[in-house]
């Protein structure tokens, strides 16, 4: 390999790039779209768990002499129409719950009383079962009687690391998508670059010259890589997304850029034209994507989308931004990522190889 060589490779690619506007444009305006989306996002979360009651005045001053607890906001309303007005709404009240007059009474005397809970249209789903919860659990504490279950340990109930007061605002959750997905618009820029060589037979003409097939695998692997690395850092740069280590998240960042050119050099390969080049990139890419998409939901990521080639980079860089992870929190990743380099980048550069071998 020689430098130079190499050198006057890249810049034939960087012409050709910058002379397609195609992808020039793709290029400017993903990174626009993506930083407006992003400062557009909520950067916060909120915890409290905001529920109305009203009613039965004994329960009622039993509630909110409590405060409720953590997380969790109880709101007196004077009636059931104000709750019921308050839950509508929805701008403050998500949920009220409604108790009857003598609904202690008639608990201490054996009856079942009945409670309305008031459902707001915010409410997310999940939380509906733990009002119903609520009401059977104040039902046993009124009547003196214990809970037909046996309460563990916070710690065996916690599973994974407790974010309690610790939440990923959607800003920090889109991060890695957004990340990733200027990495995706790169590779297929790569990819249908090498194809395009391929089919014009530039390829051929580049390798009767003193450069040799070497010379240009190893051009292709250095030109997408920094292409890729460069569009990935300006969006980071832009949504101040570094992190508390940034030059771990540089680290990250170039690791995955390297992933991605190995898939571009796959597709290019295999590829004919523009669209099939498009077609092969996004089969690759879109089962990569479930990683960045599994940050999203709460919860540990399943085992079949943490031993995907994309996910150390996914978790690094959630972890660097929201979590203010540094080196040792992410080295592991850091391995894993640049294995999967090696096994990517090895396949690309085969499969490349024997492409231009039968020309």
Same mark, same amino acid.
């Given at each position: #390999?020689?430098?130079?060589?190499?050198?006057? @490779? #890249?810049?034939?690619?960087?012409?050709?790039?910058?002379?397609?506007?195609?992808?020039?444009? #793709?290029?400017?305006?993903?990174?626009?779209?993506?930083?407006?989306? &992003? +400062?557009?996002?909520?950067?916060?979360?909120?915890?409290?768990?905001?529920? /109305?009651?009203?009613?039965?005045?004994? @329960?009622? %001053?039993? *509630?909110?002499?409590? /405060?409720? /607890?953590?997380? *969790?906001?109880?709101?007196?309303?004077?009636?059931?129409?104000?709750?019921?007005?308050?839950?509508?709404?929805?701008?403050?009240? *998500?949920?009220?719950?409604?108790?009857?007059?003598?609904?202690? %009474?008639?608990? #201490?005397?054996?009856?079942?009383?009945?409670?309305?809970?008031?459902?707001?249209?915010?409410?997310?789903?999940?939380?509906?079962?733990?009002?119903?919860?609520?009401?059977?659990?104040?039902?046993?504490?009124?009547?003196?009687?214990?809970?037909p279950v046996e309460s563990l340990p916070e710690d065996q109930v916690v599973v994974g690391e407790d974010r309690v007061g610790d939440q990923v605002s959607l800003q920090q959750q889109m991060e890695p998508l957004f990340a990733f997905m200027v990495?995706?618009?790169?590779?297929?820029?790569?990819?249908?670059?090498?194809? /395009?060589e391929i089919q014009s037979r530039t390829v051929t003409a580049v390798t009767v010259t003193p450069a040799s097939v070497t010379d240009f695998l190893t051009a292709k692997v250095v030109f997408g890589t920094l292409l890729a690395f460069l569009q990935?850092?300006?969006?980071?740069?832009? @949504?101040?997304?570094?992190?508390?280590?940034?030059?771990?998240?540089?680290?990250? @960042?170039?690791?995955?850029?390297?992933?991605?050119?190995?898939?571009?050099?796959?597709?290019?390969?295999?590829?004919?034209?523009?669209?099939?080049?498009?077609? +092969?990139?996004?089969?690759?890419?879109?089962?990569?994507?479930?990683?960045?998409?599994?940050? *999203?939901?709460?919860?540990?990521?399943?085992? +079949?989308?943490?031993?995907?080639?994309? &996910?150390?980079?996914?978790?690094?860089?959630?972890?660097?931004?929201?979590y203010g992870a540094g080196w040792s929190d992410i080295a592991g990743n850091l391995v894993l990522l640049a294995g999967w380099c090696v096994v990517v980048v090895f396949v690309g550069w085969a499969a490349l190889r024997r492409r231009i071998s039968?020309?």
């Open positions: #390999m020689r430098p130079h060589v190499i050198a006057a @490779i #890249m810049g034939k690619d960087l012409r050709e790039f910058s002379r397609d506007r195609f992808f020039m444009v #793709m290029t400017v305006l993903g990174l626009v779209f993506y930083v407006g989306i &992003y +400062w557009f996002l909520p950067d916060t979360v909120d915890e409290t768990f905001t529920v /109305g009651v009203a009613g039965d005045p004994a @329960i009622v %001053d039993a *509630l909110t002499s409590t /405060g409720g /607890g953590d997380g *969790l906001e109880l709101v007196v309303h004077d009636d059931a129409g104000a709750l019921e007005a308050a839950v509508a709404d929805g701008d403050d009240v *998500l949920a009220g719950l409604s108790f009857p007059d003598g609904f202690v %009474d008639e608990l #201490m005397g054996g009856g079942t009383p009945t409670v309305t809970v008031y459902v707001g249209p915010a409410l997310p789903p999940e939380l509906e079962p733990a009002l119903s919860a609520m009401v059977r659990e104040l039902a046993f504490a009124a009547s003196g009687q214990p809970l990495l995706l618009v790169e590779s297929i820029t790569l990819g249908a670059l090498i194809a /395009g990935a850092m300006v969006l980071l740069l832009a @949504i101040r997304a570094l992190g508390a280590e940034p030059l771990a998240m540089v680290v990250a @960042i170039g690791l995955g850029s390297l992933l991605v050119t190995g898939f571009a050099m796959i597709s290019g390969s295999i590829g004919k034209d523009f669209i099939s080049v498009m077609f +092969w990139s996004i089969a690759f890419m879109l089962p990569l994507m479930i990683p960045a998409f599994s940050v *999203l939901f709460p919860g540990s990521s399943a085992a +079949w989308v943490q031993v995907m080639p994309s &996910y150390p980079l996914v978790d690094s860089i959630l972890d660097l931004n929201a039968v020309l």
